[in-house]
């Protein structure tokens, strides 16, 4: 897909950070963008915010639901009568930081409930009728290097649900090849130009009642603006995510399976890797806060 000029898009988690970066550079591409989102109050701002750089609506969704995933389908296809790129986008970072034996059930049923399933939601709801249209199109499912090809040790269940959601689009992707569909899904991992400026640092402002911790955090939780004053500090700037999401769409247009703002550096990153495999070795060894 070369030209995005008329193209709907649906973009989850689009009211704020990467999706929000999504979004704005999805409008100067001159696509229609629907935005799905948790938040009532946020992404009626946004959409007021992004209204002058083109069409965009948006749609009150929750993701870990089903039902919510296919009224908010129902409502794109009968308003614009096509989707032909769907950004699963909305994500949560799982509860802070724990170590792998530290995490409760509910962290991992709130993370995998919208990181996993609420990504497989948006693929039933979306890409039957996508395939119906019998037109090009893409899904776009927003991974982490975390759960890619560098995985934290203190983000273990994040990490886990991510290396699902890049494990499930490579699936994806070949069956839109094999089927011989005109359908086509990229990985998509943010970073690479700066601290992610997201609301997924304090995404637990959104964790259903009934998915909260069933007893104290038992190890020491980031304070993000700390961490961000100590990055800054270091020389690393906020990024950019309106160019971010230009970065986006232009893997699109390179027809990528894998879509970065630094594909080589990903891609060194991913052969070391890969050779500590071959060894029978650990991938990922993390001491003092470096990775070995």
């Not at 998915?211 to 990055?231: F, G, I, N, S, T």
Request: hydrophobic fraction near 40%; aromatic fraction near 8%.
């Amino acid at each position: 897909m070369q030209d995005f000029t008329g193209k709907v898009a649906v973009v989850t988690g689009g009211a704020s950070g990467i999706g929000e970066g999504l979004a704005e550079a999805l409008l100067e591409a001159g696509a229609t963008v629907v935005i799905a989102d948790i938040e009532k109050a946020v992404l009626d701002d946004t959409v007021e915010r992004l209204g002058g750089k083109g069409e965009v609506s948006g749609i009150v969704t929750d993701v870990a639901h089903p039902e919510s995933v296919g009224s908010c389908a129902d409502a794109v296809f009968e308003s614009h009568g096509a989707c032909h790129l769907l950004f699963n986008n909305a994500g949560v970072g799982g509860g802070g930081i724990a170590k792998p034996w530290n995490w409760t059930p509910n962290d991992w049923n709130w993370c995998f409930g919208v990181n996993v399933f609420g990504m497989g939601h948006c693929v039933a709801a979306f890409v039957p009728r996508m395939l119906e249209m019998g037109e090009e199109g893409w899904v776009v499912n927003t991974s982490s290097s975390d759960g890619g090809f560098q995985p934290l040790p203190d983000l273990g269940v994040y990490a886990a649900s991510k290396a699902a959601v890049s494990t499930y689009t490579e699936c994806l992707a070949n069956a839109f090849v094999n089927e011989d569909t005109k359908l086509r899904a990229a990985v998509f991992y943010p970073g690479g130009n700066g601290l992610l400026e997201t609301r997924l640092w304090n995404s637990g402002r959104n964790r259903p009642p009934e998915l909260a911790r069933e007893r104290p955090h038992l190890d020491k939780q980031w304070d993000y603006q700390e961490v961000k004053k100590q990055l800054q500090t270091k020389g690393v700037q906020v990024a950019d995510l309106v160019e971010l999401g230009r970065s986006a769409l232009q893997g699109i247009r390179e027809g990528r399976f894998i879509i970065s703002l630094d594909p080589a550096a990903s891609g060194e990153l991913m052969m070391r890797r890969a050779e500590k495999i071959g060894r029978g070795e650990l991938p990922t060894i993390k001491r003092d806060g470096i990775f070995e």
